[in-house]
């Protein structure tokens, strides 16, 4: 099974800052990788799709790159409601495996 | 509006079994495949089975593999896990979810049904 190391674990952060999450895959996975938000209540929605896409209805300073083993999420400007959890998940080989996930938290 | 709504979870005892069912709304069920991933308390999400839009490819978590069965009604726009033998290590939220493809992701979520197994 391919393994995705999420980093950093948890991020304290500013309203208004610029945050960035990785994902690093233990083989490569073809620009297969998506994120997803989690909220507190446990409500999960994807953010963006195949590396880069950004899904619908997601708000443009949500953004994504990589590529071969190294991906990433960046929120140019955090909002009060980007306080949640963030999972990435490869779905290039199967099993589909999801990261640890990252708890972005109100500094 | 897609919705997705999970139902079925509760505390059952180790060993036992339990269905999840899982009604679709809002779009042509027929033409999508499923999903079902589970979260345990305080862990992160882990995918536990897959099912294409006729039924014909269906997949399982190695660790689910022999006990729960993934299956769907068409008809009734309602998605199933059969879970027996069931391990206190089953003990999650499990959330329904459908498969956009070609680009491989789960583009929408149910809220998710708990399943606690406990004696």
């Known amino acids: 099974d391919i393994q995705m190391t999420q980093t950093p674990s948890s991020m304290p952060a500013s309203l208004g800052e610029r945050v960035t999450i990785s994902c690093r895959a233990s083989?490569?996975?073809?620009?297969?990788l998506n994120w997803y938000q989690q909220k507190p209540d446990g409500t999960i929605k994807p953010l963006i799709y195949?590396?880069?896409n950004l899904q619908s209805g997601v708000p443009s300073r949500f953004s994504g790159s990589g590529s071969g083993t190294d991906y990433s999420l960046t929120i140019s400007s955090l909002e009060p409601e980007d306080f949640a959890m963030y999972y990435c998940q490869q779905y290039d080989s199967s099993p589909n495996t999801f990261g640890a996930g990252t708890k972005l938290e109100l500094k | 509006e897609v919705q997705l709504v999970e139902s079925g979870g509760g505390l059952v005892q180790p060993g036992r079994s339990l269905k999840l069912s899982c009604l679709a709304s809002?779009?042509?069920?027929?033409?999508?495949?499923m999903n079902w991933i589970r979260q345990a308390p305080g862990k992160g999400l882990e995918w536990v089975a897959s099912?294409?839009?006729?039924?014909?490819?269906?997949y399982y978590a190695d660790t689910v593999k022999g006990r729960f069965t993934i299956s769907r009604d068409n008809a009734k726009n309602t998605l199933y896990l059969q879970m027996t033998s069931l391990r206190s290590e089953d003990t999650a939220l499990y959330y329904c979810a459908r498969l956009n493809n070609p680009y491989w992701y789960f583009d929408f979520w149910g809220p998710g049904t708990m399943v606690t197994v406990s004696s």
């Open positions: 809002g779009f042509t069920f027929s033409n999508y495949g």
């Open positions: 195949y590396t880069s």
């Open positions: 083989q490569g996975i073809s620009n297969y």
């Open positions: 099912i294409s839009s006729s039924s014909s490819y269906i």
